[in-house]
């Protein structure tokens, strides 16, 4: 050992190393044979190639280029050839740490409080955790759930360390492990903070996800970013072993949460489907428990006529009415080809992580159609408890959520891209991710886009002000309306109502608070197992409860 140390020290390829040129983001296959068995990377060219000894195309190679440092990828051990004598320094560790990163518990524990940029190879400054990803042709609607999974503070400090997953067995000729492994990979990438460069391209990733997902989520056709949602979170919870139980996978514990759905038969009105035996049981109310992994909400349809100008009017919407529908009274009805049905759906648990996807676009036979309502909430303090059925507020008194990140679709239906808004812990700062491109935003900002995909993160109750016995929550930030300044607040008095101001609209108090609560469509209820709600379209919905200025917007919810 003292002689290869020797040797190591007095190797004189050593400064021939070109880390500019390294990029372990790749395949790790042979650039010549193709073949994953036994690759090396070359360090001053950065290509891979297979085997050390001679006749293998990394002995061949130098020979032929002149160059002499290798990496095996696998042991993570360094070689010179031709002479095949291994190379031990410490000056090599930074490349092993970039082909590897590691990350102790106290360093997973200091993700979330820290603020200090971190400078790549290059010069270039960056945010670990912010980092952009790179797009192979159209693969953004992966990078943008990628971006946003990798805020999850428990699923990242999870996958972040191997000893957590790396020892789960799966049956023979069962490559769903191979997610796991590839999305630890890439989340250690994105948090590593001695990066030679500024990004990570997701190449392994999605290598593995049209792999296990037997071509159907493609890296050269757009795709639905909640279709990959769904399906990549079921496989990452089958992966893992995960069981029906909620503690069975840091996928469940994380996401899973669970409604009550009541749904009752509607009799035909035409006499042509009328049953020739009526049975009375067939159309009573039917309850029913179910998980679901994220909640599908239903935006108003828009409207058909132009405003005095001839213009299409954007129409806005409060978060606190389009969650309605989960409130245990509010009514839907949903067709098939035979049956009507009316339910109702009534949150009983609120997950640590609420996703909810705002069902944007409608398909028919001919074309697709993109809703462009625009969504008013908060990103903080938003208190999902009016939600949730009475039994399960008092036993969760706190549901109170703060935005951690924001997907928004931007343009034509089946053409459009896709970009993330990440929230970063330590600096409390915004920043909108779209592919290789990292640019601050302001928070009012995040309010104004065509939001498609939410993730809220339960926090503490919200700061309140108690004077005189009674409990006011005070400069309530509401996400701003036409007409009014981005960040305006809104005082309340004693009665529960807004004060009035020049410049700002009156809005109750509950309608604030509530501006922020979740909706799940039965057929979008996630789990492709025992998750699916219902597989019916929604009916549009009735008169009276399109959009047709502030005024249209407010409704109060009636709470048993």
């Not at 990029?23 to 650039?31: G, H, P, R, V």
């Not at 809104?490 to 809005?507: C, G, H």
């Amino acid at each position: 050992m003292s002689k290869e140390s020797a040797k190591s020290r007095s190797c004189p390829y050593l400064d021939t190393i070109n880390r500019s040129v390294l990029d372990f983001d790749f395949e790790k296959l042979c650039s010549v044979s193709l073949s994953r068995i036994n690759v090396y990377a070359c360090l001053v060219c950065g290509k891979y190639f297979q085997g050390r000894g001679p006749s293998t195309h990394a002995y061949t190679h130098s020979v032929h280029a002149g160059h002499h440092v290798f990496l095996q990828l696998e042991s993570l051990e360094f070689f010179c050839l031709p002479d095949n004598y291994r190379v031990v320094d410490s000056a090599l560790d930074d490349i092993l740490f970039v082909l590897q990163p590691r990350f102790s518990h106290q360093d997973i524990k200091e993700l979330d409080k820290t603020e200090k940029l971190s400078i790549a190879l290059d010069g270039t400054r960056y945010l670990p955790g912010i980092v952009g990803l790179n797009n192979i042709k159209a693969n953004d609607y992966c990078n943008v759930i990628l971006q946003a999974l990798s805020g999850v503070a428990p699923l990242r400090d999870y996958m972040l360390r191997d000893e957590n997953y790396r020892d789960i067995k799966r049956p023979p000729g069962d490559n769903m492990f191979l997610i796991v492994q590839r999305f630890g990979e890439l989340l250690r990438k994105l948090w590593n903070p001695r990066h030679f460069k500024a990004h990570v391209s997701p190449h392994e990733m999605l290598q593995a996800v049209v792999l296990c997902s037997k071509k159907r989520f493609q890296i050269t056709n757009q795709g639905d970013p909640v279709d990959f949602l769904s399906w990549f979170l079921n496989s990452l919870h089958i992966a893992l072993n995960g069981t029906n139980k909620d503690s069975s996978s840091v996928i469940y514990k994380t996401f899973r949460g669970r409604m009550r759905v009541y749904s009752k038969k509607l009799f035909p009105t035409d006499p042509e489907h009328q049953p020739k035996v009526y049975d009375p049981a067939e159309y009573e109310v039917k309850e029913e428990k179910m998980p679901f992994m994220y909640l599908t909400v239903d935006l108003p349809s828009q409207p058909l006529f132009r405003d005095d100008q001839r213009e299409n009017i954007i129409p806005q919407v409060p978060l606190s009415v389009i969650m309605a529908k989960f409130n245990g009274i509010q009514e839907k009805e949903y067709k098939t080809y035979k049956d009507n049905t009316l339910k109702r759906f009534e949150i009983i648990k609120l997950p640590k992580y609420l996703i909810l996807y705002m069902k944007r676009f409608t398909r028919n036979t001919f074309f697709t159609e993109k809703n462009p309502t625009i969504v008013n909430f908060p990103i903080r303090n938003v208190d999902f408890g009016d939600v949730l059925a009475l039994e399960a507020r008092k036993a969760n008194p706190e549901n109170v959520y703060d935005l951690v990140a924001n997907i928004v679709h931007e343009g034509e239906p089946n053409k459009g891209t896709y970009r993330c808004h990440v929230l970063h812990r330590g600096s409390g700062k915004w920043y909108e991710l779209q592919d290789l491109h990292v640019t601050e935003i302001l928070p009012q900002m995040i309010t104004l886009s065509e939001s498609y995909v939410q993730i809220w993160q339960r926090t503490s109750a919200p700061f309140k002000d108690v004077i005189k016995g009674k409990t006011n929550i005070k400069d309530t930030t509401i996400a701003p309306t036409a007409g009014e300044d981005a960040g305006e607040k809104v005082q309340f008095d004693e009665d529960n109502n807004a004060v009035p101001d020049e410049k700002s609209s009156s809005l109750p108090k509950d309608e604030v608070e509530k501006s922020v609560e979740m909706t799940e469509d039965g057929k979008e209820a996630f789990e492709e197992q025992v998750f699916s709600v219902e597989s019916h379209e929604v009916v549009a919905p009735a008169s009276g409860e399109g959009l047709k200025g502030e005024k249209g917007l407010k409704r109060k919810l009636e709470e048993d």
